[in-house]
């Protein structure tokens, strides 16, 4: 199945820009200390206790752990979509808690793209219209040779001017990828983005966000509880208790089932 997603989005480009370079090991986001408690007193829960990370640039990561471990949490605090209580986060060189929340919604829609499940596509629009209206709302026009690149690489070049009803589950999430990339953001965050969809669309979902990182430079960070979603990655990061306790690169679904397992029987022992 993985291989077939491949090769739906194979193919050369050699009349488009090539993908940006990108500097080795190079941060695209990163936190310091961070830590998020919700509540006060009896019903104080520390949510992420005090995590240092980075995610490099041209790099495809997933965040991993057991329900309540923190994943989601970290994300949307590394997203700016939520506070966070101490420490530091950072998209590129702007630091998030020294923002104002004007100057916050104008880096979330300048420098991140945002892929959850639900799709979040408005009906009456078009592909094509749901994949730009971030930039029509902003009042940026896109950059025609990068669109039509983002098209190819999400193989939707046949279906821009359907309308989301018109479209299966996973043409509607490859939208929903398009239109997180097609403002070119120094990162995008997906929170479990296959997780409405069967097994073969979420392959080629991850197919395309694979090769959004090796074709077209982009930074991915995913949520996930997938082993075999976490496969697709460069990186696997595995939060526990809202801590950092391991970091896997090269991951498989095999590898990362052992790991996931091993914090399982840690877990059922401590």
């Given at each position: 199945m993985r291989q077939e997603s491949l090769s739906v989005t194979?193919?050369?480009?050699s009349e488009t820009p090539?993908?940006?370079?990108?500097?080795?090991?190079?941060?695209?986001?990163?936190?310091r200390d961070l830590t998020k408690v919700y509540g006060q007193g009896e019903t104080r829960v520390v949510a992420l206790d005090s995590v240092s990370?980075?995610?490099?640039?041209?790099?495809?990561?997933?965040?991993?752990g057991p329900s309540g471990s923190?994943?989601?949490?970290?994300?949307?605090?590394m997203a700016g979509l939520d506070s966070i209580s101490s420490g530091s986060a950072w998209i590129g060189d702007t630091e998030l808690s020294a923002l104002k929340e004007k100057k916050l919604t104008r880096l979330r829609r300048d420098k991140i793209g945002f892929i959850f499940q639900a799709f979040n596509l408005l009906p009456t629009l078009n592909a094509l219209e749901n994949i730009t209206l971030p930039m029509d709302i902003a009042g940026r026009k896109p950059d025609r040779e990068w669109l039509d690149r983002v098209v190819e690489t999400v193989g939707l070049a046949g279906r821009l001017k359907h309308r989301p009803n018109q479209l299966s589950g996973g043409q509607q999430q490859r939208v929903?990828?398009?239109?997180?990339?097609?403002?070119?953001?120094?990162?995008?965050?997906?929170?479990?983005?296959?997780?409405?969809?069967?097994?073969?669309?979420?392959?080629?979902?991850l197919g395309f966000l694979r090769n959004s990182v090796r074709e077209l430079g982009q930074t991915v960070v995913m949520v996930t509880?997938?082993?075999?979603?976490?496969?697709?990655?460069?990186r696997v990061v595995f939060l526990a208790d809202g801590r950092i306790v391991d970091d896997m690169a090269d991951p498989t679904a095999e590898s990362v089932l052992d790991r996931m397992k091993a914090f399982d029987a840690r877990g059922r022992t401590s």
């Open positions: 194979t193919s050369t480009h090539s993908a940006p370079s990108v500097p080795s090991g190079a941060a695209a986001a990163r936190a990370v980075e995610f490099r640039r041209g790099q495809f990561t997933a965040i991993m923190g994943k989601s949490t970290l994300m949307h605090c929903a990828v398009a239109r997180a990339l097609a403002a070119r953001p120094e990162i995008i965050f997906g929170d479990e983005p296959t997780g409405n969809l069967d097994s073969r669309a979420g392959a080629e979902v509880h997938d082993p075999v979603a976490a496969s697709y990655a460069d």
